[in-house]
């Protein structure tokens, strides 16, 4: 009887910590572009850094990526994937550039909570790099608004 009851307390305590490592791999090792904080530093600028790897929000109307009008692919600064179209880009009077729909597979969604309500956050799907958010306030058929910062992403102009 005292084994049984050691044993069960094994089994359950092995399954309590196998879930608290699934949830973790599940959220730190689902982005395939995997690096150390000491080497995102050193790659990024000093702005990017602190938007893409510590969430934090550039000044509105600071990006030159506001007003671009021009046919091409918005991309993660970090590890250059695809996140958005030009063709999805509006004016959204906020400042920072705004989208009303990503690229398939461009992005993740998280959520965050630093101004005391939830926020979707948005990231990059390859490297997890901090982008913005998205809003449900869009003025097209989408209902969305991603609200990006300029400095976490570069602009590639189409071949013409
Ligand atoms: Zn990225």
């Not at 101004?115 to 799907?125: F, H, I, N, P, Q």
Request: with cysteine; proline share 4%.
């Amino acid at each position: 009887m005292k084994n049984t009851l050691y044993l069960l307390l094994i089994a359950c305590f092995s399954l309590v910590s196998c879930q608290g490592n699934a949830q973790k791999k599940t959220k730190k090792e689902q982005f395939k572009v995997q690096k150390t904080d000491a080497e995102w530093e050193k790659e990024l600028t000093a702005e990017e850094y602190y938007i893409l790897r510590k969430a934090g929000t550039e000044r509105p109307y600071s990006s030159k990526l506001n007003k671009i009008k021009e046919p091409g692919t918005f991309v993660c600064a970090a590890c250059e994937h695809p996140l958005y179209k030009t063709k999805y880009k509006f004016d959204s009077g906020t400042g920072w550039p705004s989208f009303d729909r990503p690229i398939e597979d461009g992005i993740f969604y998280s959520t965050d909570n630093k101004l005391g309500y939830t926020r979707d956050e948005v990231l990059c799907a390859n490297c997890g790099g901090h982008l913005g958010h998205v809003f449900n306030d869009g003025p097209t058929e989408t209902g969305k608004r991603y609200c990006m910062n300029g400095d976490a992403m570069h602009f590639i102009a189409a071949k013409q």
